[in-house]
């Protein structure tokens, strides 16, 4: 008998920890979730991030997200929940300052992504309290998420963890009832299909992934 499963994904922590710099950005999270949790019926997967914004050295990087959310909308098994992308200015002391001068500072600009790992820890036991799922997994590597995974272990189920990182969270290692390292062959064995259609139109693979 298959085991009912979930799949919850935080986006930034997939990409920037499998997808950036690969061949393999423009990835089917359903169908990797299928060729690394076999004897798994999968009823759902949700997917988690957040609207980027452009960057002077990324103008192009809203389009192509916005491409790749449009091919995940077509995976009739697939929710998106979004968070929030926020840019801000830091003024930060530089490490480097000596004991006895004064300090010294530079300003930064930092983007960071809020709530996604908080939108799914919520979500993982939410949806074990209400019994969705025997087998919880999720695919990211932040620790931030160890608390949520002994609740929904607390609760009699299952969390694997499908880490896109070659050196998983020690913590989540130990908390898991499974873990998984996500290999370079599962992504190239689990791409979108170069042009798909959907109720705008026909979209494509952005040329520069």
């Not at 992308?85 to 500072?105: F, G, I, K, S």
């Not at 969390?159 to 370079?184: D, N, Q, W, Y």
Request: net charge positive; aromatic share 8%; proline share 7%.
């Amino acid at each position: 008998m298959l085991v009912r499963t979930r799949v919850y994904i935080d986006g930034f922590n997939l990409y920037y920890g499998a997808l950036r710099r690969t061949p393999y950005r423009w990835l089917d999270p359903c169908r990797l979730s299928e060729l690394l949790l076999p004897g798994s019926h999968i009823d759902c997967v949700k997917y988690f991030t957040a609207h980027v914004t452009a960057r002077p050295q990324s103008p192009l990087k809203p389009q192509r997200q916005q491409a790749y959310l449009r091919a995940l909308r077509t995976l009739p098994n697939l929710e998106i929940i979004l968070g929030a992308y926020v840019n801000q200015v830091w003024r930060l002391p530089l490490a480097n300052t000596a004991a006895d001068e004064r300090p010294r500072y530079i300003t930064v600009r930092r983007s960071q992504e809020k709530g996604t790992d908080v939108s799914l820890g919520v979500h993982l036991v939410n949806d074990a309290h209400l019994d969705r799922f025997e087998t919880g997994v999720i695919i990211s590597n932040d620790s931030d998420l160890l608390e949520a995974v002994r609740i929904v272990r607390s609760m009699g189920k299952r969390v694997g963890v499908l880490s896109p990182c070659r050196h998983p969270s020690r913590s989540l290692m130990r908390e898991a009832t499974f873990l998984k390292v996500i290999r370079a062959g599962a992504l190239a064995e689990s791409q979108l299909p170069t042009q798909l259609t959907d109720a705008k139109g026909p979209l494509h693979k952005p040329g520069s992934w």
